[in-house]
Nanobody
Framework: QVQLVESGGGLVQTGGSLRLSCTASGRLLSINAVGWYRQGPGNTRDLVAEITTDGSANYADSVKGRFTISRDNTDNTVYLQMNKLKSEDTGVYYC????????????????????WGQGDQVTVSS
């Protein structure tokens, strides 16, 4: 019914920048909090940054001052601007959204608290 798609990842040198996008599509009614998570090789999926409906943001200590999360509600897109990238930022980046969507033409709706995208690889080389 809904889909989250990440894009913008790739290979970058240490100190470089990337901007990730997470775009939601489908019969959306609302998108609440959205988070970006990173999963390194063999590691757990850890929260990097999250943003609430009103734009309040929280960051992992490891990315404070380097990453910025933002959202464009008109395009149903959340961005993660990543600057001064380090090798330890390497991993697959996932977005997760708390969202509500229509399930029928008669007003039925469902809230999905943990909708995940497919992930996007970010590799930072020294």
């Amino acid at each position: 019914q809904v889909q989250l798609v990440e894009s913008g990842g790739g290979l970058v040198q240490t100190g470089g920048s990337l901007r990730l996008s997470c775009t939601a599509s489908g019969r959306l009614l609302s998108i609440n909090a959205v988070g970006w998570y990173r999963q390194g090789p063999g590691n757990t999926r850890d929260l990097v940054a999250e943003i609430t409906t009103d734009g309040s943001a929280n960051y992992a200590d490891s990315v404070k001052g380097r990453f910025t999360i933002s959202r464009d509600n008109t395009d149903n897109t959340v961005y993660l601007q990543m600057n001064k990238l380090k090798s330890e930022d390497t991993g697959v980046y996932y977005c997760k959204a708390d969202l509500t969507y229509e399930t029928s033409d008669w007003g039925d709706r469902m809230r999905e608290f943990n909708a995940w995208g497919q992930g996007d690889q970010v590799t930072v080389s020294s």
